[in-house]
């Protein structure tokens, strides 16, 4: 009984020893497209439906593509270092991004309210930020995902690939993003009405310890949601007035 109970609490801080620093491979970039949030039935944004993919935040995910779930202290000690867990001062150390994180990462459901903004922030911190590669410093955190969030924030530039009412069938979406910018993302989806649509376009960089990540790599889960497969018909929604 000793025996076992002494080997299960070796094998236990074996794994978060593991966990710490180690095992995570990937960062996943989100960027959503708000008109697909905002028709569903009785949702209603605020004070109008951005017409701009903004981004949904920056993943840290293991080589198989499942995201590295939020810091715990006494189940998933991701990292090895102190991560910033009062989340009132982390939003002093942010503020020189603040104008960039209104523009670029506002909350979709009422971009202009600071409050929900704010909250946004702290959440995606506390899911993301802290067992990223910035546990102890948000503002490289926020620095790093929207500087990738400003590069990439046009998934669709140049390609043939525009909102219409039309669907388009999933693989010529993530084609069009394969011949833009050499990988292949993750799509994501979600359904109102019977209607499959394009809510998230996901890219995914190598994880690199010395610097920020910068380099893609096809993500290794190519669908998500409401869309799992190349043959798929998803919408990608236009924005509607209002
Ligand atoms: C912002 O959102 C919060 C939470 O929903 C709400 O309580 C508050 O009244 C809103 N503020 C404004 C200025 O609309």
């Not at 009984?1 to 801080?13: D, E, I, N």
């Not at 994180?101 to 409050?115: F, G, H, S």
């Not at 704010?118 to 506390?126: A, E, L, Q, S």
């Not at 019977?194 to 994880?207: H, S």
Request: glycine letters at 4%; proline letters at 9%.
């Amino acid at each position: 009984m000793h025996r076992y109970f002494l080997v299960a609490a070796v094998l236990a801080t074996v794994s978060w020893l593991v966990a710490g620093e180690t095992n995570f491979a990937t960062y996943k970039l989100s960027l959503r497209w708000p008109p697909a949030h905002c028709d569903a039935p009785s949702f209603e944004c605020k004070p109008h439906v951005l017409n701009t993919f903004t981004i949904h935040g920056l993943w840290p995910q293991f080589a198989d593509g499942k995201v590295v779930p939020p810091y715990d202290p006494d189940t998933n000690r991701c990292t090895d270092v102190i991560p910033v867990t009062d989340l009132d001062p982390l939003f002093r150390r942010i503020t020189p991004l603040i104008e960039e994180l209104r523009k670029y990462w506002p909350n979709y459901k009422d971009y202009q309210n600071e409050t929900l903004n704010v909250n946004f922030w702290k959440h995606v911190w506390k899911l993301h930020g802290m067992c990223s590669d910035y546990p102890d410093n948000p503002f490289s955190y926020f620095r790093t995902a929207v500087s990738l969030g400003i590069k990439y924030i046009d998934p669709f530039k140049g390609t043939r690939i525009t909102p219409r009412l039309v669907p388009y069938i999933a693989k010529d979406i993530s084609d069009a993003i394969k011949e833009r910018l050499g990988v292949y993302p993750q799509i994501a989806c979600n359904e109102v009405g019977g209607t499959v649509q394009l809510t998230e376009v996901r890219l995914c960089f190598k994880r690199d310890r010395e610097n920020s990540p910068s380099i893609l790599q096809d993500c290794p889960i190519r669908y998500a949601y409401k869309c799992s497969d190349g043959t798929d018909e998803i919408s990608f929604v236009p924005h509607l007035i209002g």
